[in-house]
C-alpha cells in the first residue's frame, strides 16, 4: 500500500470493519510485481497482433467483435489525409475452388476501370499467380526477407522483386524455395504497408494453411471474399475460415460469401444458397462458370482477355468487382465508360511508387 498526504492506507484501511488483512501485499510481494511487468510486456508485445487475439480468447475461442480501427492520423504539416488503399483478400477453407482466377480477374478489371492494383500471392510455398496473370520470369518474393531485418524496405528492394503484369497492374510473390515461407511475415507487413500507401487497391490471394504473413494480411483487410463452390466440403470449410478470420479481428460485415462456377454442372441455385447460409454473411456475391473457355485463357495467362468478353463469368466479375471497389470508397465509374475509352488509350499508368509519383495527383 502507499500513501496519501502522509497517510497509510494499509492503516486506514485496516480501522474498517471487513478490510483488516483482506488483498495485503507485503514489500517483497510488490517488488516481485514490479520486477516482471517489464518481461510480461516485452513478451506481449513480441507476439503479433493477430496472435494476441487469439490467446486473449482463451480457452473458449471466442473473442467479442471489434469495431474496425481508426483511419491512421494525418501528419501534422500534411494538408490531406494520408492515402490508404484498400485491401481485398481472398480467403478459403479448402483449394481448388477458384480464388486465384477471381483475384487475377478482379485486378486486370480494376485496372481497366483506371485504377493502379497491387497484387500479392500469399500461398508462398505453392502459388502459381504469376502463371494466370502470363509471367514469364517470375521473381522471388524472399529476396525481401534480409532488407527487412532493417525495419523498411527501399525502392531497389520493393522493384527487383516485382512483376510488371499490364499496365496498372504489378504483382508479388510467391518465394522460390518453400522452406522460406514462414521467414516472410514482416517482409509482407512491410510491403504491405508501402503498397497501401502507393497504390489505389490491393488484391491478396491466399494458401488454405495460413502462417503468420497469411494472418497478418487478413486482419489488415478491408474486405474478405470468403470463396467456395459445390464442392461437397465447401460450405464447412467456409465457415470455420469465417470464424478463423473473426478471431484474428476481421468482422463479419466486412466478410463477403462468394460462390464462384454458379451455373455449372451441380451448381444449382440449391447448392449455392447452401453455400450463402452455412456463411450466414450478409453480403453475398455470385461468379458465373466460365467454363472451358475460361480455363483455357487462364491456362495461357490471358486473365485480361477472360474479363473483356461478353461471357456470363465476365458480366458477372465485373459487376462484383465494380461495386466492391466502390463500397469501398475507389472512384471508379461506369464499365460501359471504361469500354469506350479503351479505343482511345494506348497504355494506362503503371503502379507508381514513392520515387515516381511527381506530379500524381490520385
Not at 47 to 53: E, I, L, S
Not at 95 to 114: D, E
Not at 200 to 227: H, N, Y
Not at 253 to 261: G, H, L, P
Request: aromatic share 4%; hydrophobic share 45%.
Amino acid at each position: 500500500m502507499g500513501y496519501v498526504h502522509g497517510v497509510n492506507l494499509a492503516d486506514e484501511l485496516d480501522e474498517v470493519e471487513g478490510f483488516a488483512g483482506c488483498g495485503e501485499l507485503s514489500l517483497m510481494q510488490h517488488e516481485q510485481i514490479a520486477q516482471n511487468e517489464p518481461a510480461l510486456q516485452t513478451e506481449q508485445a513480441a507476439m503479433p497482433a493477430w496472435t494476441q487475439r487469439v490467446v486473449a480468447a482463451g480457452e473458449t475461442g471466442t473473442l467479442s467483435p471489434t469495431p474496425a480501427p481508426p483511419p491512421p492520423m494525418p501528419p501534422a504539416d500534411a494538408a490531406a489525409p494520408q492515402h490508404r488503399a484498400p485491401v481485398i483478400c481472398a480467403i478459403s477453407g479448402s483449394g481448388g475452388c477458384g480464388k486465384s482466377t477471381i483475384v487475377a480477374t478482379m485486378a486486370h478489371i480494376s485496372s481497366l476501370l483506371g485504377l493502379r492494383a497491387a497484387v500479392l500471392d500469399l500461398d508462398l510455398m505453392f502459388g502459381n499467380l504469376y502463371d494466370l496473370l502470363g509471367v514469364d520470369a517470375p521473381r522471388d518474393m524472399a529476396a525481401l526477407i534480409e532488407p527487412s531485418a532493417a525495419g523498411a524496405l527501399t525502392e531497389p528492394d520493393i522493384v527487383a522483386t516485382s512483376m510488371r503484369v499490364a499496365p496498372g497492374v504489378t504483382l508479388w510473390g510467391p518465394v522460390a524455395a518453400p522452406e522460406q515461407a514462414e521467414l516472410m511475415a514482416r517482409p509482407v507487413e512491410l510491403l504491405l504497408d508501402v503498397l497501401r500507401r502507393e497504390s489505389d487497391v490491393v488484391f491478396i490471394d491466399t494458401s488454405v494453411f495460413w502462417g503468420d504473413a497469411v494472418a497478418a494480411a487478413v486482419a489488415a483487410s478491408d474486405r474478405c471474399l470468403v470463396v467456395g463452390d459445390a464442392a461437397v466440403s465447401s460450405a464447412t470449410s467456409a465457415s470455420r475460415v469465417i470464424e478463423l478470420a473473426s478471431r484474428v479481428g476481421v468482422p463479419r460485415t466486412r466478410m463477403s460469401a462468394v460462390f464462384n462456377r454458379f451455373g455449372a454442372r451441380g451448381a444449382d441455385e440449391d447448392v449455392a444458397m447452401r453455400f450463402e447460409i452455412a456463411c450466414a454473411l450478409s453480403s453475398k456475391i455470385r461468379i458465373a462458370d466460365g467454363g472451358q473457355d475460361l480455363a483455357a485463357l487462364m491456362a495461357f495467362g490471358r486473365a485480361d482477355e477472360a474479363v473483356g468478353q461478353t461471357s456470363a463469368f465476365a458480366t458477372s466479375v465485373r459487376e462484383a468487382t465494380r461495386e466492391m471497389l466502390v463500397e469501398l470508397g475507389c472512384a471508379v465509374g461506369p464499365w460501359s465508360d471504361m469500354v469506350a475509352d479503351r479505343a482511345t488509350r494506348t497504355e494506362r499508368p503503371r503502379i507508381r511508387l514513392p520515387w515516381s509519383r511527381e506530379g500524381d495527383q490520385r
